[in-house]
């Protein structure tokens, strides 16, 4: 079983390339919590995120506080721009009465336009180069039940409590700014995608 967040694709296209691996089966994370689903059982349980500022996305940071795993094998999977930072170790803090097993991360564009620039697809190849091997080696990992103890590599989490996540928390997740321009179809997709934007009334906008 795979649980992922994607915001952008990244994760769900690492989420697809791990369950055709070994069929597994794929749930939204946005969708558990839509559907109050959090009890999970199964041979082997797959977590992937995005990092954001060093450590978890609210949103995945929320379910897997409430999430309850059953299973012989829980690794977790980041995919970064940068650097994974603290997110290994502030997942595991975040599941209760459960440690993960094993950490992985994979390497893929970020979509924060004031560092990378991705343009054109020379460009985003600079960002892609390893990923596909990285994903064969976490396909690998979980075939062969590996486990470690952390995120390779990663920042001291006292740094990502300290400094990222309340630069997070107190800037970037503000959505004070969102609008809906004239570019807009309303199929009403951001708003499922994203609780945030159905909080404030963007699925009103769905034709």
Same mark, same amino acid.
């Given at each position: 079983?795979?649980?992922?967040?994607?915001?952008?694709?990244?994760?769900?296209?690492?989420? =697809?390339?791990?369950?055709?691996?070994?069929?597994?089966?794929?749930?939204?994370?946005?969708? @558990?919590?839509?559907?109050?689903?959090?009890?999970?059982?199964?041979?082997?349980?797959?977590?992937?995120?995005?990092?954001? *500022?060093?450590?978890?996305?609210?949103?995945?940071?929320?379910?897997?506080?409430?999430?309850? $795993?059953?299973?012989?094998?829980?690794? $977790?999977?980041?995919?970064? #721009?940068?650097?994974? #930072?603290?997110?290994?170790?502030?997942?595991?803090?975040?599941?209760?009465? &459960?440690?993960?097993?094993?950490?992985?991360?994979?390497? %893929?564009?970020?979509?924060?336009?004031?560092?990378? *620039?991705?343009?054109?697809?020379?460009?985003?190849?600079?960002?892609? =180069?390893?990923?596909?091997?990285?994903? *064969? &080696?976490?396909?690998?990992?979980? &075939?062969?039940?590996?486990?470690?103890?952390? %995120?390779?590599? @990663?920042?001291?989490?006292?740094?990502?409590?300290?400094?990222?996540?309340?630069?997070?928390? !107190?800037?970037?997740?503000?959505?004070?700014?969102?609008?809906?321009? *004239?570019?807009?179809?309303?199929?009403?997709? @951001?708003? =499922?995608?994203?609780?945030?934007?159905?909080? @404030? #009334?963007?699925? !009103?906008?769905? %034709?």
């Amino acid at each position: 079983m795979i649980l992922y967040f994607s915001a952008t694709g990244n994760c769900k296209y690492v989420a =697809k390339r791990l369950a055709e691996a070994d069929g597994q089966e794929v749930l939204p994370i946005v969708d @558990c919590i839509r559907e109050k689903r959090f009890a999970f059982e199964d041979g082997t349980i797959g977590v992937i995120s995005p990092v954001y *500022d060093w450590g978890l996305p609210s949103i995945v940071k929320e379910f897997l506080g409430q999430a309850a $795993f059953q299973t012989s094998y829980l690794y $977790f999977v980041a995919t970064y #721009g940068t650097t994974p #930072g603290a997110i290994g170790a502030l997942a595991n803090e975040a599941i209760k009465g &459960r440690n993960i097993d094993a950490y992985y991360s994979v390497r %893929m564009p970020d979509t924060w336009t004031p560092i990378f *620039d991705l343009s054109t697809p020379e460009k985003a190849a600079k960002y892609t =180069k390893h990923t596909e091997s990285e994903i *064969d &080696r976490v396909i690998q990992g979980v &075939r062969d039940r590996q486990t470690n103890r952390h %995120m390779c590599p @990663c920042t001291p989490a006292i740094l990502t409590k300290l400094i990222a996540e309340p630069i997070y928390n !107190n800037r970037v997740r503000r959505t004070a700014h969102l609008h809906v321009e *004239d570019g807009c179809i309303g199929c009403g997709l @951001c708003a =499922k995608k994203c609780r945030a934007l159905s909080a @404030c #009334g963007a699925e !009103n906008i769905a %034709m």
